[in-house]
T-cell receptor, first 115, second 113 residues
Framework: TQTVSQSDAHVTVFEGDSVELRCNYS??????LSWYIQHHGHGLQFLLK??????VVQGVNGFEAEFSKSDSSFHLRKASVHWSDSAVYFC?????????????FGEGTQVTVIS | ETAVFQTPNYHVTQVGNEVSFNCKQT?????MYWYKQDSKKLLKIMFS???????VNETVPRRFSPQSSDKAHLNLRIKSVEPEDSAVYLC????????????FGEGSKLTVL
């Protein structure tokens, strides 16, 4: 059984500052790890994913994430946030095997950017 | 650019009524999904279809039934809605197999009075 945990329910950050959103997972097999963003009243949009190779992956709009097998983590970072980054961020895991690509999501982290 | 289209975006109804949500994707994907997002933003998979064949059927009440006419369409019918069905229903699609990446629609918000 895959589990994903996002320890911070809500993060407030000043515009221009950096932010890190934490994600920890539990699964013994081969997986994809990914991050999604959801602006209020909209669906989810893909930011980035990791499967293998370089543990630091780059995504859209300046986001990057770092995979750590030893910590079972996949934290998301952005060096300088913009007001438009205010949204809910979801970490997700999916099993690489099987026909279904269903994702198991974390609880989400609400990010509020203030000026 | 939206390529997964859901209708309606909002629906308000009374307990016991029937509701249908429609989803169409123009990405040429083989796999489609329905997720339920509750008031706390928690996301749970409900169903997954691959090329019109049901491949994931999570534990959901029997009043929920997916319907797929072709690989580009996946509808969700709820017979006799209950108050706990109030949620946002999100449709998604992906390439065949598992790529770790889903493409979501804007969601259909259901309010049951």
């Amino acid at each position: 059984t895959q589990t994903v945990s996002q320890s911070d329910a809500h993060v407030t950050v000043f515009e221009g500052d950096s932010v890190e959103l934490r994600c920890n997972y539990s699964y013994g097999g081969s997986i994809y790890l990914s991050w999604y963003i959801q602006h209020h009243g909209h669906g989810l949009q893909f930011l980035l994913k990791y499967y293998s190779g370089n543990p630091v992956v780059q995504g859209v709009n300046g986001f990057e994430a770092e995979f750590s097998k030893s910590d079972s983590s996949f934290h998301l970072r952005k060096a300088s946030v913009h007001w438009s980054d205010s949204a809910v961020y979801f970490c997700a895991v999916s099993d690489t095997g099987g026909l279904s690509g269903k994702l198991t999501f974390g609880e989400g982290t609400q990010v509020t950017v203030i000026s | 650019e939206t390529a997964v289209f859901q209708t309606p975006n909002y629906h308000v109804t009374q307990v016991g009524n029937e509701v249908s949500f429609n989803c169409k994707q123009t990405l040429g994907h083989d796999t489609m999904y329905w997720y339920k997002q509750d008031s706390k933003k928690l996301l749970k998979i409900m169903f997954s279809y691959n090329n019109k064949q049901l491949i994931v059927n999570e534990t959901v009440p029997r009043r929920f039934s997916p319907q797929s006419s072709d690989k580009a369409h996946l509808n969700l019918r709820i017979k006799s809605v209950e108050p706990e069905d109030s949620a946002v229903y999100l449709c998604a699609s992906s390439y065949p197999g598992n790529t770790g990446q889903l493409y979501f629609g804007e969601g259909s918000k259901l309010t049951v009075l």
